[in-house]
């Protein structure tokens, strides 16, 4: 009878380095604006070579935990942003093999709600971000890349008069994947781009009135719509969106 064991796995002493203060600044016990040490005192204090507290700021880095400020040599603590949290599922999903209708259909399941959110929660602010968003579409919608960017725009607009993070960062990766699909379909359909335009002015209507149901229902309607677009354009809604 032979005994066996699994390899100890041995973690690298800048990743412990970096665990170290990712769980202080997870803890809030460093909070964001928060400057650290100079990597000499770091290193004093862990005990270890400055090039390991070096290795450990750069992995904080990257994950958008603490950046360098304009000027200083020091590092401070801050906040991933949704963009860039996105971007990394984005990637997965991109990786993964998502499909067109897998992206309609996270669509169809998100953006409603947003809205009717959208119509009870938007500030004066909010409405007014909405409203020239929906005017830079109807006026820069000839230019395909712009016409699809400024779609999107519109979806964040309304995703962040929510003032729900939780909802903004789910919404984010879809509108990443958003703009790629629609891309390809926008030029084949031709009343796509004024259909967009009235979808986006009902939906400006309804939320500049506060009214949740009629918002949530143009958003419903829009969506749909993105999916009869796909169909005339005789797009197989079984193809892949690649990456930008």
């Known amino acids: 009878m032979s005994v066996e064991f699994d390899q100890i796995l041995i973690e690298p002493a800048y990743r412990k380095v970096a665990v170290a203060i990712g769980a202080r600044i997870l803890s809030r016990s460093l909070r964001e604006g928060d400057r650290l040490p100079p990597e000499t005192e770091l290193a004093r204090q862990f005990g270890v070579n400055r090039s390991t507290v070096r290795e450990a700021l750069r992995e904080l880095e990257s994950r958008g935990l603490v ?10 603590v801050s906040r991933p942003q949704h963009a860039a949290i996105a971007e990394g599922v984005t990637r997965a999903l991109v990786l993964h093999d998502v499909t067109f209708m897998e992206v309609w259909e996270g669509l169809t399941i998100l953006e409603p709600p947003i809205a009717e959110l959208a119509a009870r929660a938007r500030t004066t602010e909010d409405l007014a971000s909405i ?13 395909t890349e712009k016409a699809v960017h400024r779609v999107s725009e519109f979806f964040r607009c309304i ?3 929510t003032h729900n993070q939780v909802l903004g960062l789910a919404q984010e990766p879809l509108l990443q ?3 790629p699909s629609l891309q390809v379909m926008i030029d084949k359909v031709p009343q796509a781009r004024s259909r967009i335009a009235t979808a986006q002015r009902r939906m400006v209507e309804a939320i500049r009135g506060n009214d949740h149901e009629g918002a949530r229902s143009w958003m419903a309607k829009h969506i ?5 677009g796909y169909e005339i354009a005789k797009i197989d809604l079984q193809h892949r969106v690649t990456a930008e």
């Open 224 to 228: 749909r719509d993105f999916r009869k």
């Open 67 to 76: 950046k360098r400020r304009p000027g200083s040599k020091l590092m401070s």
């Open 131 to 143: 409203v020239l968003s929906a005017e830079r579409f109807a006026v820069e919608n000839a230019d």
């Open 177 to 179: 994947l958003l703009e």
């Open 159 to 161: 995703g962040r008069a």
